[in-house]
């Protein structure tokens, strides 16, 4: 698989992911990295009925997301790694800097301690801190809701 998304959207598996990234991307395969939801069947199957036909999903633990990464880099598929948080981005980033490069903020919500940054966009200063930590690394770090609108480098961010 050529990982052509890499993204951090608290909804996981929803149109904007689906229809808004995955049909311009080409993707189909995605890898959702999630512990939790890794051992639930009952959210997987209710994540598959978003999904059309012609778009495999895998649900899958960080470990075992760490240890495929340099098999989904090169199986000829065209992927999207997907995690709900920016702890387990940075994970893989850190497990995979090469596969795990160009990271996409999407929709990420708000919660206790988290203030807006972009309308979509709501992170606590320790997340925007590890995201930091994660571009100085070597990531290319930016938010962007859809493919139609710009990005905006993470250094913008307020």
């Known amino acids: 698989m050529a990982i052509v998304l890499c993204r951090v959207d608290d909804r996981l598996v929803h149109g904007q992911v689906v229809i808004g990234w ?3 991307l080409g993707i189909d395969l995605i890898v959702l990295v999630d512990d939790t939801v890794a051992a639930s069947p009952w959210e997987q199957e209710l994540y598959r009925m978003a999904l059309s036909p012609e778009i495999e999903i895998r649900f899958v633990t960080l470990a075992d997301a760490s240890a495929l990464l340099p098999e ?4 000829g598929r065209r992927g999207l ?3 709900g948080d920016v702890e387990t981005m940075g994970a893989l980033h850190t ?3 090469v596969a795990v490069h160009r990271i996409n903020l999407g929709g990420i919500h708000h919660r206790p301690g988290r203030r ?4 979509y966009l709501y992170l606590t200063d320790d997340e925007l ?3 930091f ?3 100085a690394a070597g990531a290319d770090v930016s938010a962007q809701d859809l493919p139609t609108t710009a990005a905006v480098a993470l250094r913008s961010l307020p």
């Not at 989904?72 to 199986?75: E, K, P, R, T």
Request: aromatic share 0%; no cysteine.
């Open 116 to 119: 807006e940054r972009l309308p």
């Open 133 to 135: 930590a994660i571009e």
């Open 22 to 24: 995955g049909r311009p």
């Open 129 to 131: 801190r590890r995201l």
């Open 95 to 97: 497990a995979n800097p």
């Open 72 to 75: 989904l880099s090169s199986n």
């Open 81 to 83: 790694i997907l995690t």
